[in-house]
């Protein structure tokens, strides 16, 4: 079983950045694709950006939506088995709840289909005001 908890939301202007983390606890991956989503009220979730990693080959790779890219970041710490999303030039449509997901293993799948994730955290509100 694995455990995901998000930290990091809050309230922020217009213009202003946030950096969310997930920290993943229950087993280690030595393959993983981590992603994040988020859902704002009577919509439906959406994907905004994933990574994947794997010890194997050393090598990472990072997905986006178009909506965020250019402004938001994703990152990963192994040592601390944490990802984290770095969101800046934030807009008011950037409110939601923002949920990180994971696929402890290699992904053959779409990693922006929140179909092809296993576990799921339990979500950070981000709130931007205009």
């Known amino acids: 079983q694995v455990q995901l908890v998000e930290s990091g939301g809050g309230l922020v202007q217009a213009g202003g950045s946030l950096r969310l983390s997930c920290a993943a606890s229950g087993r280690t991956f030595s393959s993983y694709t981590m992603g994040w989503f988020r859902q704002a009220p009577g919509k439906e979730r959406e994907f905004v950006a994933a990574?994947?990693?794997?010890?194997?080959?050393?090598?990472?790779?990072?997905y986006y939506a178009g909506a965020v890219k250019g402004r938001f970041t994703i990152s990963r710490d192994n040592a601390k088995n944490t990802v984290y999303l770095q969101m800046n030039s934030l807009k008011p449509e950037d409110t939601a709840v923002y949920y990180c997901?994971?696929?402890?293993?290699?992904?053959?799948?779409?990693?922006?289909?929140?179909?092809?994730?296993?576990?799921w955290g339990q979500g950070t509100q981000v709130t931007v005001s205009s």
């Open positions: 990574i994947s990693f794997s010890f194997s080959w050393s090598g990472g790779r990072t």
């Open positions: 997901a994971v696929v402890p293993r290699t992904l053959y799948g779409d990693p922006y289909s929140p179909g092809a994730y296993d576990y």
